[in-house]
Structures are given as structure tokens and as C-alpha cells.
């Protein structure tokens, strides 16, 4: 269940991770190659996450595929040692 699925949940919060289309391949960033929802192949930085108002998403452009998400648990277990 999603936080905004409850209606009186005053944090509707969800949480956001910067996208880049400078390819480093650091510590913290998980290749996400060129989705068809982005202009050019990019990287999500994990240490960047951040919390937002869910209210205030307007448009989803795109979703993370299975494999992307993996990419993304994987690098979340190495920064956090778990």
C-alpha cells in the first residue's frame, strides 16, 4: 500500500531519486541505459534520494523495469552494508 492510498495520511509522502546524463559509473549510481520516457541514456543516483509530497506529482513519465529496480535494490544493499 502506497502512503497516498490512505486519504487522512498527512505524509503522503514518496520518494524521488536524481537522474543524470553525465554516465560516471560511480559508487551510488545504477545505469539505467535510454529509457524511451528520457531524451539520453542516463544513471540514477541512489544517494540522492530524497522525500516529496506525493500530491504534487503531476505526470509519471516513465517506470523502472524489473531489472532497473534490481540494479537499484543491489546499490542501495552495497551503500547501506546490508
Same mark, same amino acid.
Given at each position: 500500500m502506497r502512503?497516498?492510498?490512505e486519504?487522512?495520511?498527512a505524509?503522503a509522502l514518496?520518494?524521488?531519486?536524481p537522474?543524470?546524463?553525465?554516465?560516471?559509473a560511480q559508487?551510488?549510481?545504477v545505469?539505467?541505459g535510454?529509457?524511451?520516457?528520457?531524451?539520453?541514456?542516463?544513471?540514477?543516483?541512489? #544517494?540522492?534520494f530524497? !522525500?516529496?509530497?506525493e500530491r504534487k506529482l503531476t505526470?509519471? &513519465? =516513465?517506470?523502472l523495469? #524489473?531489472?532497473q529496480? !534490481?540494479?537499484?535494490?543491489?546499490t542501495?544493499r552495497?551503500? &547501506? =552494508?546490508l
Amino acid at each position: 500500500m502506497r502512503a497516498t492510498d490512505e486519504p487522512q495520511n498527512a505524509r503522503a509522502l514518496g520518494i524521488v531519486a536524481p537522474l543524470t546524463s553525465q554516465i560516471r559509473a560511480q559508487r551510488g549510481d545504477v545505469y539505467l541505459g535510454k529509457p524511451r520516457w528520457l531524451p539520453k541514456e542516463s544513471a540514477l543516483n541512489v #544517494q540522492g534520494f530524497a !522525500s516529496f509530497d506525493e500530491r504534487k506529482l503531476t505526470r509519471r &513519465l =516513465g517506470a523502472l523495469t #524489473q531489472d532497473q529496480m !534490481s540494479g537499484v535494490k543491489a546499490t542501495l544493499r552495497d551503500l &547501506l =552494508g546490508l
